[in-house]
C-alpha cells in the first residue's frame, strides 16, 4: 500500500472526505494535494474540510452516443477557498451547467472504479448545503 500524500487524498475520498491543504506559512489553500506549497514553497501543509461551495470557471460538454452512457460535462470549479479543480456538476442536464452557476462538492463512490472516491458537484441549494456541512460537521467528530 502506497503511503504518500496522493494515497492519503484517496484514502480519504474513499472514506466520502474532500480534503484541501492550508498552508500555516502563507495561509493560501491548496488543491490537488502536493508536498510543498506551490505560493511560498513551506513544506508546512494541512488537511483541511473545504467548504464544498464553489463556482463553475468553466464548462464543456462531451458528447456520446446514448448506448455510450450519453453526454456528460467537464467543469473547472473554483472553491471558494481560493483553489480550482476539474469535476463535473451530476444532478443537471450537461448543457444545463453554466459558468458562473454556484455549486456544492460532494464525494460520490465510484463503483467502476473499485468503489473509489471521487469529487462531483451538484447546483447549489439549501438541501445541498445541508447536507456538505452536516459531512463536515461529522468529519470534525470523527477526527476529535
Excluded at 6 to 30: E, T
Excluded at 84 to 101: E, H, K, N, T, Y
Excluded at 129 to 142: G, H, L, M, R, V
Aim: aromatic share 4%; glycine share 10%; hydrophobic share 35%.
Amino acid at each position: 500500500m502506497s503511503t504518500g500524500i496522493q494515497s492519503h487524498h484517496q484514502a480519504a475520498l474513499d472514506q466520502g472526505n474532500f480534503l484541501i491543504q492550508h498552508c500555516s506559512a502563507c495561509s493560501k489553500h491548496v488543491y490537488f494535494p502536493r508536498e510543498s506549497c506551490p505560493h511560498c514553497g513551506a513544506a508546512d501543509l494541512a488537511w483541511v474540510t473545504p467548504s464544498g461551495h464553489g463556482t463553475v470557471y468553466s464548462v464543456t460538454t462531451v458528447r456520446r452516443k446514448p448506448d455510450a452512457g450519453g453526454d456528460y460535462n467537464v467543469s473547472l470549479i473554483d472553491l471558494d477557498e481560493g483553489v480550482r479543480l476539474m469535476s463535473r456538476v451530476v444532478d443537471v442536464s450537461p448543457d444545463a451547467v453554466r459558468i458562473g452557476q454556484r455549486v456544492t462538492a460532494s464525494v460520490q463512490m465510484n463503483e467502476g472504479n473499485e468503489g473509489k472516491g471521487l469529487i462531483v458537484f451538484h447546483q447549489q441549494s439549501g438541501k445541498a448545503t445541508a447536507a456538505i456541512n452536516s459531512e463536515a460537521a461529522e468529519t470534525k467528530k470523527e477526527a476529535a
